[in-house]
């Protein structure tokens, strides 16, 4: 191994890297020090062993923390993997069964013609109940319970099984619910006691506030179209024929669903992007949790 905390002047650059990876930590210093990225951890494990662990840049716009090997970042939907696997930890213990209907755990789930919804529908995109049939802002999201009862009341805007439709935001808000129904724990807690904890693993649904040093603001990057091309470098990006403002601003979360157009298999989200398409019959619960 060979370790380099020297990569760039002006996005620090932390970690090591195995010989055979040099080009890969190069690429990311490179990355770090034109801007294309603010701050970023990078982990590769080969046959169980990390042949690069690379941290560096900043954890915040205005760059007066650096990122560090401990710094928390939102994962994304990799979350839904997670969410799913919570589910399959209560199916291997027989306390969820993928076959039963929702409503078997979620009585109020089966109200608008639901009834049909089973357990494997929410695990696999497939339930007909992929978003919020109003609008609905984050914070509205965030108050799990509330979020849960306007799935639970709303129709189904496909038959269940027929047609997959991404559960962009509302996969945690579905699982987490049946979660919570059977344990009597929320997703957050019980991740933490089932898998995060057990495992070791320094990941969250949910950050207590405790850890809230730790985690990266998130940013939007906006930027004026390039005259010419060739990209972001540390030489365009202060020149005004390049980029005269380069802004980084928290995103405004607030998506508008529209469910109008379900005879063509179709359900649009303004402001994000989730589609439904034709569901093949020989599908498994969790495909495409992710």
Not at 6 to 19: I, K, M, Q, W, Y
Not at 159 to 172: E, I, R, V
Request: charged content about 25%; aromatic content about 6%; some cysteine.
């Amino acid at each position: 191994m060979s370790t380099d905390t020297s990569l760039s002047e002006t996005a620090p650059v932390e970690g090591h890297v195995d010989d055979r990876f040099s080009a890969l930590r190069d690429e990311f210093a490179r990355r770090l020090a034109t801007g294309e990225e603010l701050g970023a951890s990078l982990c590769v494990i080969v046959d169980d062993e990390p042949v690069v662990d690379l941290w560096g840049g900043w954890a915040d716009p205005d760059r007066s923390a650096p990122w560090t090997r401990d710094t928390l970042t939102n994962v994304w939907s990799t979350s839904k993997t997670v969410t799913a696997l919570a589910a399959l930890v209560l199916i291997d213990r027989g306390e969820l069964d993928p076959d039963s209907p929702v409503a078997r755990y979620w009585p109020d789930f089966a109200a608008a013609g639901k009834d049909a919804v089973l357990v494997r529908h929410l695990l696999d995109h497939t339930s007909g109940v992929s978003g919020w049939a109003q609008p609905i802002g984050a914070e509205e999201i965030l108050d799990h319970e509330a979020a849960a009862a306007r799935l639970a009341a709303q129709p189904a805007w496909w038959p269940a099984g027929t047609m997959s439709g991404y559960h962009l935001l509302n996969y945690g808000t579905l699982i987490g619910e049946l979660v919570r129904r059977v344990t009597g724990q929320s997703l957050g807690a019980f991740v933490a006691q089932e898998l995060a904890g057990p495992l070791g693993a320094d990941f969250w649904l949910g950050l207590p506030e405790s850890e809230h040093h730790r985690f990266a603001a998130l940013g939007c990057v906006r930027q004026r179209r390039l005259r010419r091309a060739g990209g972001l470098s540390s030489r365009t990006l202060g020149g005004a024929d390049a980029i005269s403002a380069r802004e980084i601003r928290p995103r405004r979360a607030r998506y508008d669903l529209d469910a109008r157009d379900t005879t063509s298999g179709r359900v649009s989200l303004r402001g994000g992007g989730a589609r439904a398409r034709p569901r093949s019959r020989g599908a498994r619960a969790c495909r495409d949790a992710g």
